[in-house]
Every structure is written in structure tokens, then in C-alpha cells.
């Protein structure tokens, strides 16, 4: 064991030295260019190939067809493990990585992305409507 005044001549040239730590709460952290964070959609021009789910090694992207030419594509950040494989895979590139980090949450819900892809669902055109009631 050592003494205490051999241990206070370690000690005291770190009392007047700046800390190694960042202040992260009080001060946000700056991400590096190619930082692989929350999913995000970019465009929603999703054709339902699926090569995201086959290249997701955490299963966490599933795609339910909503309507003809429609997808839903929900991505639980829970079972994610942000490799960004789904974002290399996609040939219409619909998935991006952004720079958010601070997923942190009580809900599980809520660390579930839902993203509507596909043509918007045709509208009727003004000409045609209900046909009257006689």
C-alpha cells in the first residue's frame, strides 16, 4: 500500500488540468460525417423488394403492402443495430442513416419508425362521383 504523501504528489497535478470528459448533456456532441444513427426515409418511393428485410441481420424492418403499389415499412430501433446494411441494400435508396443518436425512451412504441411508401392512393376524378339517389 502507499503512503498518502506519496499518493498527493500523483493527485495534485490533476486537480489544475481541464477534465478528459465532454460536458454531453449541457454541451451536444458533434456526429462524424458518415454517422450510422435513426433510420430515416428520404423519399417515399418504396417498391416493395424487400432486399432491406433479407440484408436487416436483426430482423428489425418489416413491409406490409397498405394498398396496390403501397407499402408500410415499419423498423423497430428497439432490435435495430444501426449497420446500415438496409441502407446500402435499398435500390431506390428510401432509407437513410441521420444523425440522431438520443433514442432513449419508456415506450417501445414510440422506437418504432413507420414509413407509408408508394403512390399516393388515386383520387376520384371530378366528373365522377356517387351516383345520385332517386
Known amino acids: 500500500?502507499?503512503?498518502p504523501g506519496a499518493m498527493l504528489s500523483e493527485v495534485l497535478p490533476y486537480i489544475f488540468r481541464k477534465p478528459a470528459t465532454r460536458d454531453y448533456p449541457h454541451m451536444k456532441a458533434?456526429?462524424?460525417a458518415h454517422f450510422r444513427g435513426?433510420?430515416?426515409s428520404t423519399d417515399a418511393k418504396c417498391v416493395g423488394c424487400k432486399l432491406c428485410i433479407k440484408d436487416c441481420p436483426a430482423g428489425a424492418i418489416t413491409i406490409t403492402k397498405v394498398a396496390e403499389k403501397?407499402?408500410?415499412?415499419?423498423?423497430?430501433l428497439a432490435k435495430c443495430i444501426y449497420c446500415a446494411q438496409c441502407v446500402d441494400a435499398c435500390p431506390r435508396k428510401v432509407l437513410a442513416s441521420s444523425a440522431n443518436f438520443e433514442l432513449a425512451s419508456l415506450?417501445?412504441?414510440?422506437?418504432?419508425v413507420r414509413i407509408t411508401a408508394g403512390p399516393p392512393p388515386a383520387e376520384p376524378d371530378a366528373g365522377e362521383g356517387p351516383a345520385p339517389e332517386v
Open 70 to 76: 403501397q407499402f408500410e415499412i415499419t423498423i423497430d
Open 107 to 112: 415506450d417501445r412504441e414510440t422506437l418504432k
Open 1 to 3: 500500500m502507499r503512503k
Open 38 to 40: 435513426k433510420l430515416v
Open 30 to 32: 458533434e456526429m462524424p
